[in-house]
Every structure is written in C-alpha cells, then in structure tokens.
C-alpha cells in the first residue's frame, strides 16, 4: 500500500485508462466512445510525464554559460516531446474522429454505433440486390 502512495500518479492513469476503456467497450454512442478514446489519451500522457519527471531536477536548459550544470542535474525532455507530440496527433484524430461522426448522424440520424451498422448493412444490400 506504500508504494501506491508513492506512485499516485501512475495509480491514477492506469485507474484513468480503465475508465476510458471501459467507455470506449461498453458504450454504443459514438460521442461517448470519442470521450473514452480522449481519457485513455489523458492517462497515457499522464503516466509519461509522471514517469519523465524527477524531483529536484530542472529543465535542460542552461541559464548562461558560466552555469554549466553536469547531466544528473537535468531530467530526461525526451516524455515531454512525447507528450507534445502525443496531444497534437491526439486532437487531431479527435477532430477526423468528430467530422466522421458529424457525416453517420446526418446519414443515418442516429449515433448508435449498432444502429448504423446496420442501418449500413441494409443499405449495402439494397445497392448489391438492384
């Protein structure tokens, strides 16, 4: 129980995780799965920048040359640049995610995943059938 005192950062993306993957599992809106699929994005940036930093360590960037520090004094940059580029990939496959939605309402006027897929299928098999 100690250690998850010590990781609350790491205990709370993965308790995060699974509740976006548990909304992207167990729920037919497609607007409620676009939510999961973002809180699943949140832990996983979560967990890298609770992973990339230590405590006591500054940004690797020198204040002048005079102040030359040695390596151990910086942290690692390398999660921030992941979690950077992770939150610009992130909205936009949340923006495409959101258009495509846009397009299957005024489609099919629903946003029930298993309602278009069948409303889809139906339609598939009138074209096929002429």
């Known amino acids: 129980m100690g250690n998850l005192f010590r990781n609350y950062y ?21 607007i409620k799965k676009i ?7 949140t832990a996983v940036y979560l967990f890298l920048a609770a992973k990339g ?9 020198p204040e002048s040359a005079q102040t030359v520090k040695t390596v151990e004094d910086f942290i690692n940059p390398i999660p921030a640049g992941l979690v950077l580029t992770g939150i610009v990939v992130s909205v936009s496959v949340t ?10 309402y005024r489609r099919y006027h629903t946003l029930d995943i298993d309602r278009i897929t069948i409303l889809a299928k139906r339609e598939q098999y ?5």
């Open 10 to 30: 790491e205990a709370v993306s993965v308790i995060l995780f699974g509740i976006g993957f548990t909304t992207l599992l167990f729920h037919r809106n497609m």
């Open 35 to 41: 939510i999961g699929f973002n809180i699943m994005d």
């Open 53 to 61: 930093y230590i405590a006591g360590r500054v940004a690797p960037v």
């Open 95 to 104: 923006a495409v995610m959101l258009s495509l939605t846009i397009r299957l």
């Open 126 to 130: 009138r074209e096929g059938g002429r």
